[in-house]
């Protein structure tokens, strides 16, 4: 009835509108979960980092931009939107007693310290992602595989900063 171009068209539409939908509603409260874990920041003990030598807080978050690949389903008709935010870990000194605005203020001068590698980072991420199939991104255990696989192929990149975590704050797969 419909060419197959048109009905490609009708699915990404669908995919897009569902995936704003779900920024516009945050119903599983992602948002304000990462929110929360940054003010509270300041009150936790800090860890040791091995590898500098120094003592350092859980991290400051480095969100990646939003996207949506291809995955490697054959035929190519299967997408993923997904965004991936990074938790780099920083001397716990410089996060000692922030909260709210002076947190946020740290998150943006690690933003455009990050600036250069950012799209070396997205081609990295972008390149992983669409290298894998749908059957494996639908389990826990993928999306868990996926996060350690990241983190692997990340880390490199972020050589400044340890990389503490990987989180997916969205993933759809249409």
């Known amino acids: 009835m419909f060419p197959k171009k048109w009905m490609l068209f009708a699915v990404v539409a669908v995919a897009l509108g569902v995936g704003a939908l779900t920024l516009t509603l945050d119903p599983f409260g992602a948002k304000a979960a990462l929110a929360k874990k940054a003010e509270g920041q300041g009150a936790?003990?800090?860890?040791?980092?091995?590898?500098?030598?120094?003592s350092t807080a859980r991290g400051l978050m480095y969100s990646t931009k939003e996207r949506v690949v291809n995955l490697a389903d054959p035929g190519g008709f299967r997408y993923l939107k997904v965004e991936v935010v990074l938790e780099l870990g920083v001397p716990a000194k410089e996060l000692e007693g922030l909260k709210g605005e002076g947190y946020k203020k740290k998150q943006e001068e690690l933003a455009k310290e990050m600036a250069p590698v950012a799209?070396?980072?997205d081609d990295a991420i972008t390149a992983h992602l669409s290298s894998r199939l749908a059957s494996e991104l639908l389990t826990a255990s993928g999306k868990a595989t996926l996060r350690e696989e990241l983190k692997?192929?990340?880390?490199?990149?972020v050589h400044s900063h340890p990389l503490k975590g990987i989180y997916l704050t969205q993933f759809i797969i249409q």
């Open 44 to 54: 936790h003990a800090p860890a040791e980092d091995s590898a500098h030598g120094e």
């Open 119 to 121: 799209p070396v980072i």
């Open 152 to 157: 692997e192929r990340l880390a490199p990149l």
